[in-house]
């Protein structure tokens, strides 16, 4: 079995994040699961401008062959949809920014939902063309979004949508509140670390 972990946490050692996107590599590398990493934060994922948008049009939808400087264009976004399609388990972790993912984030899901490749269109409408892999959320918020709050976040709400549309089954651990309630951040970390455990326990047995 083979794991991809996703980080975007510009923090770095300072995270918390991070500590959370460790501990689930450590768990996976336990079970025997051969864990690659993608840091966002050194590797950053290629925008959808307007020439690299008209090459991914023009070879996912249309089928047309591209030139040398076309592919060039899409190299990245390739390499990274190549890098998440040899995953049966993918991590992604990064903490909450203005109510939703960092900008970075949304820019990998980008690049790798691509048509034909991760998602199709069949018949029937959309297709996920990632049945049978899973993918855990791993995202931390200065604030807690419960109750009446709930439609504030459009973070891993988001991530989940995108990562089912593509046809995986998700899991979603938040460590909320964390800024909000400082003196508990020991707990609501730890308390994310069991949900990891489960989450993952799920995903390789
Ligand atoms: C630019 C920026 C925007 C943020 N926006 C939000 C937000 O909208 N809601 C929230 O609850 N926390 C927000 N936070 C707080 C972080 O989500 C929180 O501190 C998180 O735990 C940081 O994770 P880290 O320790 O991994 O860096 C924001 C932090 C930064 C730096």
Known sequence: MKALVVIYCPRQERSRTKQLADYSARLLKSKGVVVDLLDLVKDVPDLLMPERLAAYYNRNYVGQKLDAREQEYLKKMDRMT??????????????MYNFSQPAVVKAWFDSVMQKGETWDI???????????????????SGGAYEG??????????????????????TAVVSAAGINRYPEKEAEILSAARVQIETALAAFTG
């Open 122 to 140: 069949s018949q029937g409408g959309y297709a996920g063309l990632m049945k049978a892999r899973k993918a855990l959320i791993v995202s931390s």
């Open 82 to 95: 190549a890098q998440l399609k040899g995953a049966d388990i993918v991590v992604l972790a990064y903490p």
């Open 148 to 169: 009446d709050l709930s439609a504030l976040d459009h973070s891993s709400s988001l991530s989940k949508q995108l990562f089912e549309f593509m046809g995986y089954r």
